[in-house]
């Protein structure tokens, strides 16, 4: 079966999500999508840009993608409580591993500031339907997404239920009623 780029960005996204961007080798990938190194160059011409796509696709996918269907929704608790439940399912352990590998280079650097500054910014616009105060909302928008990443690096692991009643702790802090988790077990 011919594989798309999609598939090696996925294939990518799970090695790091796994075994962390070490194992991000080309014989790996080959390995888990059963090709060969052809059709890796077939799509990419070096390591390099296939690491650049796959970041490109890491940004895409869970931030550019939620924050556009985000956007669509009028209602400020409604769409406080969509974003919730879309970034439940952002694979954490691979937000820690890019988060990690950021740390050791510069270009993954580059593209975690990025993304990082879209959903900051997007907080703040958000917060901006809520309150008028720029300042306000610049420090909960810093405030939510640093408790989103430091939820993802505590030890011993946050469960399901503790990381929904951070965050209903937090709606509440910027006005906004807390986040009814239909898909938890009560």
């Known amino acids: 079966m011919k594989k798309t780029k999609k598939h090696w960005f996925e294939v990518?996204?799970?090695?790091?999500?796994?075994?962390?961007?070490?194992?991000?080798?080309?014989?790996?990938?080959?390995?888990?999508?059963?090709?060969?190194k052809g059709?890796?160059?077939?799509?990419?011409?070096?390591?390099?840009?296939?690491?650049h796509g796959l970041l490109e696709y890491w940004s895409q996918r869970y931030t550019t993608e939620i924050i556009s269907s985000i956007e669509k929704i009028d209602a400020p608790t409604l769409r406080a409580h969509e974003l919730i439940r879309k970034?439940?399912?952002i694979?954490?352990?691979?937000?820690?591993a890019i988060r990690v590998w950021a740390s050791q280079n510069e270009?993954?650097?580059?593209?975690q500031q990025q993304v990082d500054d879209m959903r900051i910014q997007f907080l703040e616009t958000y917060l901006h339907s809520i309150s008028d105060d720029k300042i306000y909302n610049k420090k909960n928008a810093k405030l939510i997404y640093t408790c989103y990443i430091g939820c993802q690096h505590l030890l011993p692991r946050i469960s399901h239920e503790e990381y929904i009643e951070i965050l209903n702790h937090l709606l509440t802090i910027v006005g906004l009623p807390p986040y009814f988790d239909k898909d938890a077990n009560h």
């Open 12 to 36: 990518g996204i799970d090695i790091l999500g796994e075994s962390g961007e070490k194992q991000l080798t080309i014989d790996c990938l080959c390995q888990k999508l059963q090709m060969t």
């Open 39 to 51: 059709s890796f160059y077939h799509h990419f011409t070096s390591r390099k840009k296939y690491i």
């Open 87 to 89: 970034v439940l399912v």
């Open 91 to 96: 694979p954490q352990k691979v937000e820690m």
């Open 107 to 111: 270009a993954v650097h580059h593209f």
